[in-house]
C-alpha cells in the first residue's frame, strides 16, 4: 500500500479509498482550535477551513473531508501538554499496568510510544523498569528529554523508524494514544510500525470511540486535529490491507468515551469482546447513514437549544463567563455562534498560556479564574463538560456561588450535583 492521503480537500475515503463520501453534519468553515489571539491579531484577517463530519459507506469509516497541513495544525509550538490532565495521567497509568500483565513486560522490553507529547505515558512504563522511546514532532519532545523520557523529536515515518531499530532494537509495544486519528499519513505510519514492531509485538492505540461520540452527542470532539473517528469495522478493513490484524478492544472512559485496540501483524482471529462490540455497534446504528443522519440532527438540536438557553439567560440582563477554555470547546462555540456578547469571559487557572488571548472565531477573551471570584457572575457555561461533574464541584468549593450551565447532551441548568 503506497496510499497517501493529500493535504486540503479530499473526495475519498482515507481507508478504503471508496468515493462515495456521505456528509452527517456541517460545521460550516472553522479556525484551528489551538489558533487562540492576540488583541492586536483581532485587527487581522482569520483564515478558516472547512469542517466536515462524513462517513464512507463502503467500510464505515467515520472521517473529516478536509486536512489541513499537519505543520499548522501541529507547530512545533504546540501548546497541549498530557502531564497537565490529571485524568490522562490516572489512564495512562491503568494502560501501563494493563500492558505489563497482559504481555509479562520485562526490563529488556522495548516501549515505544508515537506522538509521545511530553512523555507521560512513557514516564509510567519507565517507572516499571521498562526500556522506552517516545517519538514527537513538537517541542514537548524537548521537554520529555529534560525530564529523562528518551524521545525522538520529528513526524514517525519509514526513515525515523528504520533508524530507531538501528539503534534501539524493534518494539515489543508500539503505542500510540491519541494520535492515530491525528496523522494524515495513516500507511506511512503502519509501515513504519511494520518496520519497528517485533514479529510477534503489539499495536496498542487509542482513540477517541465513534459510539460514545455519536450517542453521547459529543459534537465538540470534532474539530480539525481530528481526522477519523474510528468504530471497529474500519480498524479490521485497515489492518487488513495493511498485513496487520485488530485482535482485541476494550472501551476506556478517558476523553469521553474512548476505544483501546490491540493489532498484530499476520492473520489473527479477533476476540470475542471485538465482535461483541461490532453488535452494539450495529445496533446503535454507526454503519447506517440515516442513523447517522439522525444524530447529526440532534446534535443541531442541542445547539438550538443551547442558543435559545444562553440569550434567554442574557435578556434577563444577567452575566454568563465560561469555565475553562479547552481548544475542543471551540468547536462547540463556533457551530452554535457564542460569542463575546453571550459570554463576557472564559476563565482558566493561573499560568495557563490562554490567558490574555482571545478564543478563535468567537473572540472571547480568557481571563485568569480568580476573576470569576471576585465577580460571580450569575452563571458559568462549562466548556469542558464531559468532566463538568468533578469540576463544578471543585469550582463550589473554591468559592462561586452561581449556577452552572451544562452545554451538552442536553443544555441545561444545573445547580448543584
Ligand atoms: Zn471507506
Not at 464512507?56 to 501548546?79: E, M, R, S, T
Not at 522506552?132 to 523520557?149: C, R, S, Y
Request: aromatic share 8%; proline share 5%.
Amino acid at each position: 500500500m503506497t496510499k497517501k492521503i493529500p493535504v486540503g480537500h479530499i473526495d475519498k475515503c482515507q481507508i478504503c479509498s471508496g468515493k462515495n463520501l456521505e456528509t452527517i453534519l456541517s460545521f460550516g468553515h472553522q479556525p484551528i482550535v489551538q489558533n487562540y489571539l492576540t488583541e492586536e491579531r483581532l485587527n487581522e484577517p482569520e483564515i478558516t477551513y472547512p469542517l466536515n463530519f462524513c462517513y464512507c459507506p463502503n467500510c464505515g469509516l467515520a472521517q473529516l473531508d478536509y486536512i489541513i497541513d499537519p505543520k499548522l495544525v501541529f507547530p512545533l509550538n504546540y501548546p497541549y501538554r498530557t502531564g497537565l490532565t490529571k485524568m490522562l495521567i490516572r489512564n495512562f497509568c491503568s494502560l501501563a499496568d494493563t500492558l505489563e500483565k497482559k504481555y509479562h513486560l520485562t526490563a529488556k522490553d522495548l516501549i515505544v510510544d508515537i506522538g509521545s507529547n511530553d512523555g507521560s505515558l512513557l514516564k509510567a512504563f519507565k517507572d516499571k523498569g521498562i526500556k522506552i522511546l517516545g517519538i514527537e514532532p513538537t517541542n514537548a519532545a524537548e521537554e520529555a528529554n529534560n525530564k529523562g523520557i528518551r524521545t525522538i523529536q520529528g513526524y514517525f515515518n519509514e526513515k525515523i523508524a528504520s533508524q530507531a531499530v538501528k539503534r534501539y532494537g524493534k518494539a515489543k509495544i508500539i503505542t500510540m494514544t491519541n494520535a492515530f486519528a491525528h496523522i494524515n499519513n495513516l500507511f506511512e505510519i503502519i509501515k513504519g510500525i511494520n518496520i519497528m514492531l517485533d514479529d510477534d509485538g503489539i499495536f496498542v492505540s487509542e482513540s477517541q470511540y465513534l459510539s460514545d461520540m455519536m450517542q453521547g452527542l459529543e459534537l465538540d470532539t470534532i474539530y480539525h486535529e481530528h481526522l477519523r473517528f474510528y468504530s471497529l469495522k474500519p480498524l479490521i478493513k485497515l489492518f487488513s490491507l495493511t498485513g496487520f490484524s485488530l485482535v482485541d478492544a476494550e472501551t476506556i472512559s478517558a476523553a469521553g468515551g474512548s476505544i483501546r485496540i490491540y493489532a498484530k501483524k499476520g492473520k489473527h482471529p479477533a476476540s470475542s469482546r471485538v465482535n461483541k462490540l461490532i453488535k452494539a455497534e450495529e445496533t446503535a446504528g454507526l454503519y447506517d447513514v440515516k442513523k447517522l443522519k439522525q444524530y447529526g440532527q440532534r446534535m443541531i438540536n442541542a445547539k438550538q437549544e443551547l442558543m435559545a438557553l444562553l440569550t434567554n439567560c442574557k435578556q434577563k440582563g444577567t452575566r454568563i463567563a465560561a469555565i475553562g477554555s479547552p481548544a475542543r470547546s471551540n468547536t462547540l462555540l463556533g457551530f452554535t455562534h457564542i460569542d463575546s456578547h453571550l459570554i463576557d469571559y472564559a476563565c482558566e487557572k493561573s499560568g495557563s498560556p490562554k490567558i490574555g488571548l482571545f478564543t478563535p472565531g468567537t473572540h472571547i477573551p480568557v481571563v485568569d479564574e480568580k476573576k470569576l471570584f471576585e465577580d460571580q457572575p450569575e452563571y458559568a457555561l462549562v466548556l469542558s463538560w464531559h468532566i463538568g461533574e468533578e469540576l463544578i464541584k471543585i469550582m463550589r468549593k473554591m468559592g462561586y456561588k452561581g449556577k452552572f450551565i451544562m452545554p451538552l447532551p442536553t443544555p441545561k441548568i444545573v445547580i448543584n450535583i
